[in-house]
């Protein structure tokens, strides 16, 4: 997984949930997310100019004080500013960790303050300690950053809209065809796709990227998972092979999923 991917889980709890003020002597949501951002952007600077040939030390210790946390949150815009702040310093850590090529073992002076004490004071690979402050150290701080969570339970909607969902699956004795062929099936399965759309059955069909079983999503409204079946069954690339079609029923809260002709 990427460095910026890591991040993900942390964002989308900052841009998405309400939370508790916190034991008192503990950090705020606020803070929390003002910490990762300012420490990932001291890790990324050092880095960067480790990348560039020079010398640098660490020391986190404007990223652990709970004025400085708190007057950078404000400063950066509460919650929604914030997860903007912490995915563009993990954009750059990322960054910072790939240009350090052959240099990622270099020692880095760092001196660590954690909960008012000081826990390192020694050199460290500097790629390591990337590697390590987004992975333990980003889940330490997502799980307290969890702990002060509200409202981790939501109920279920009380109206669904009902839709079929068609996996169209790569058929594993599909014949080999020539360039042409596959042109022409391409064309006629498009064709199938624009008449079920033109007649109101099929919602929206798209291709799948990074899977080597699964090739496209289609999402039918075809009144049941019959129905759908047997449209889909009629797809060229159905018919002549090239696919195998697997059908469910797909169900999402009423009004959720807006359409486009």
């Known amino acids: 997984m990427s460095i910026s991917a890591a991040y993900a889980p942390f964002i989308a709890l900052l841009l998405g949930a309400r939370f508790a003020e916190p034991a008192p002597g503990e950090w705020t949501a606020e803070q929390i997310a003002a910490h990762v951002t300012l420490n990932n952007d001291l890790i990324a600077e050092a880095a960067e100019r480790i990348a560039a040939g020079q010398s640098v030390a660490y020391d986190n210790e404007s990223a652990v004080t709970d004025e400085e946390l708190a007057r950078y949150a404000a400063e950066t815009g509460g919650l929604a500013g914030l997860a903007r702040a912490v995915e563009r310093s993990a954009t750059r850590l990322e960054r910072a960790r790939a240009a350090l090529g052959e240099r990622a073992g270099?020692?880095?002076?760092?001196?660590?303050?954690?909960?008012?004490?000081?826990?390192?004071?020694?050199?460290?690979?500097?790629?390591?300690?990337?590697?390590?402050?987004?992975?333990?150290?980003?889940?330490?701080?997502?799980?307290?950053?969890?702990?002060?969570?509200?409202?981790?339970?939501?109920?279920?909607?009380?109206?669904?809209?009902?839709?079929?969902?068609?996996?169209?699956?790569?058929?594993?004795?599909?014949?080999?065809?020539?360039?042409?062929?596959?042109?022409?099936?391409?064309?006629?399965?498009?064709?199938?796709?624009?008449?079920?759309?033109?007649?109101?059955?099929?919602?929206?069909?798209?291709?799948?990227?990074?899977?080597?079983?699964?090739?496209?999503?289609?999402?039918?409204?075809?009144?049941?998972?019959?129905q759908a079946q047997a449209l889909a069954q009629d797809d060229p690339a159905v018919r002549e092979g090239q696919f195998t079609a697997r059908v469910m029923t797909w169900y999402t809260r009423k009004d959720a999923v807006t359409w486009t002709r």
Do not use: W
Not at 149 to 158: H, I, K, Q
Not at 163 to 187: F, H, K, M, V, W
């Open 106 to 226: 270099t020692e880095l002076p760092a001196i660590i303050h954690d909960g008012g004490q000081l826990v390192q004071d020694g050199p460290v690979p500097v790629g390591t300690f990337i590697d390590g402050n987004a992975g333990f150290h980003l889940a330490a701080h997502l799980d307290q950053l969890k702990g002060l969570r509200l409202d981790t339970r939501a109920a279920p909607p009380a109206e669904f809209d009902q839709y079929q969902l068609i996996l169209l699956e790569r058929a594993p004795d599909r014949p080999t065809l020539s360039e042409a062929d596959q042109s022409d099936l391409n064309g006629r399965h498009l064709g199938h796709f624009a008449t079920m759309a033109a007649a109101g059955l099929l919602m929206t069909a798209g291709p799948i990227g990074g899977d080597e079983r699964i090739a496209g999503i289609c999402i039918y409204r075809a009144g049941s998972a019959e």
